[in-house]
Nanobody
Framework: VQLQASGGGLVQAGDCLRLSCAASGLTFSNYYIGWFRQAPGKEREFVASISQNSVGTRYADSVKGRFTISRDNAESTAYLQMNSLKPEDTAVYYC????????????WGQGTEVTVSS
């Protein structure tokens, strides 16, 4: 199983980025997908998640109204659209996958770095 996160970069406050998470080696449509992030010196935190059929989504309070998670099961890819970026969004962003019956995410991508300058 591989999860390949991409799309990070250096942007200014207020800019937008779209992260992608391309999955292989699993039946993508069977898995919840989550996005997490880890800022320097901080613990990894939950950002957003989406259910297998896109009906259910959840967001951290810090990103509600600015970030949107989506997925394309035909392409085995999930996305995180990030708008109105703030310096505090600076982090390495990771995507992860889990079966609905699992409590913990089973598979993790390698991370993509997002830096937001003020």
């Amino acid at each position: 199983v591989q999860l390949q996160a991409s799309g990070g970069g250096l942007v200014q406050a207020g800019d937008c980025l779209r992260l992608s998470c391309a999955a292989s080696g699993l039946t993508f449509s069977n898995y919840y997908i989550g996005w997490f992030r880890q800022a320097p010196g901080k613990e990894r935190e939950f950002v957003a998640s989406i259910s297998q059929n896109s009906v259910g989504t959840r967001y951290a309070d810090s990103v509600k109204g600015r970030f949107t998670i989506s997925r394309d099961n035909a392409e085995s890819t999930a996305y995180l659209q990030m708008n109105s970026l703030k310096p505090e969004d600076t982090a390495v962003y990771y995507c992860a996958a889990k079966l609905a019956i699992k409590r913990e995410y089973q598979y993790w991508g390698q991370g993509t770095e997002v830096t937001v300058s003020s």
